[in-house]
């Protein structure tokens, strides 16, 4: 999550007002259908990456935390958040570097979790040119439909392990940084989802219009990597399983980072399910029927 002390207002969030108890902070979230990124194709929910994405946004619009440093969090996913009634975000004030958030829709409890901030300098970054060097992954296998929404380089296979560059977004793009020539946090954690959709495909098999309901994200990141400084997701097989999948993976550097003589930056973890179409939609009728 990015950590800058000037955000612009966030198109994520109405605006902020004082929760009951005076200890937090409470915004509804502003959910554009019409977005080319979080909208990429027609969803019957909000993406998780929404949440996320409005979860940071909160956060750095309550802190002074400086630009540079180390974030973790650990974000868990209760129900999915519908199209309807309106979303609401509470952020809580930091204590002790930790700040915790969440999300409601009326009394469903959507999404909750904390962030932390640590004083860290960002890794070195070699005078080398901006951007991956690969041809991204193919849309279809990350549930994309426009390129400039893959965040993912097409990834290699080496001994089980599967790498894959991370795309630092076009300017303009709802995940570019807000300050240039640095890695947004954002991006990175959206080519962790889309590895873990990748994975689903090529590694377990799964069809393509299966579904991956994501149920927590965790991360450990450095904040501030400037684009010079390559990136590259690797993950180490494990059995991919329908009913609760786990998806964990060292932040490397990219290019010539091939064998395990190289530094490991940071990690994010993934989990949730898969599901089937039709057991999909026997989920989402039984929803709508409540």
Not at 82 to 90: A, V
Not at 269 to 289: D, H, W
Request: charged residues 20%; aromatic residues 6%.
């Amino acid at each position: 999550m990015p950590v800058t002390p000037d955000v612009p207002e966030s198109s994520l969030l109405g605006p902020v007002r004082p929760s009951k108890d005076g200890d937090g902070r409470l915004s509804n979230l502003i959910v554009d259908q019409t977005d080319p990124f979080f909208f990429d194709h027609p969803l019957d929910h909000v993406p998780g990456m929404l949440l996320i994405c409005a979860m940071a946004d909160s956060i750095v619009a309550g802190t002074d935390t400086s630009a540079a440093g180390r974030v973790k969090a650990a974000i868990t996913f209760r129900s999915m958040a519908e199209l309807g009634p309106e979303l609401e975000l509470c952020a809580g004030p930091f204590e002790d570097g930790r700040c915790t958030v969440r999300i409601t829709q009326e009394s469903t409890s959507i999404a909750d979790g904390w962030v932390e901030f640590s004083a860290e300098q960002p890794p070195e970054s070699p005078n080398g040119p901006e951007g991956s060097g690969h041809p991204p992954a193919q849309a279809s296998l990350v549930h994309r439909v426009r390129p400039e929404n893959v965040m993912i380089g097409d990834p290699s296979v080496e001994d089980d392990r599967v790498t894959a560059a991370v795309v630092h977004p076009a300017e303009g793009h709802a995940l570019s940084s807000r300050r240039p020539g640095v890695h947004r946090t954002e991006a990175v954690i959206e080519a962790g989802r889309q590895l873990s959709t990748w994975l689903t495909h090529r590694t377990g098999g799964w069809s393509l219009d299966a579904q991956v309901l994501l149920g927590g994200v965790a991360i450990d990141l450095p904040v501030g990597m400037p684009h010079s400084l390559p990136l590259a997701l690797r993950w180490r097989p494990v059995p991919i399983s329908a009913s609760r999948t786990e998806f964990r993976f060292d932040l490397i550097p990219g290019g010539d980072a091939d064998g395990d003589d190289h530094p490991v930056f940071g990690s994010l973890v993934y989990t949730g399910k898969i599901l089937r179409p039709e057991v999909y939609a026997r989920f989402r009728a039984s929803r709508s029927a409540r």
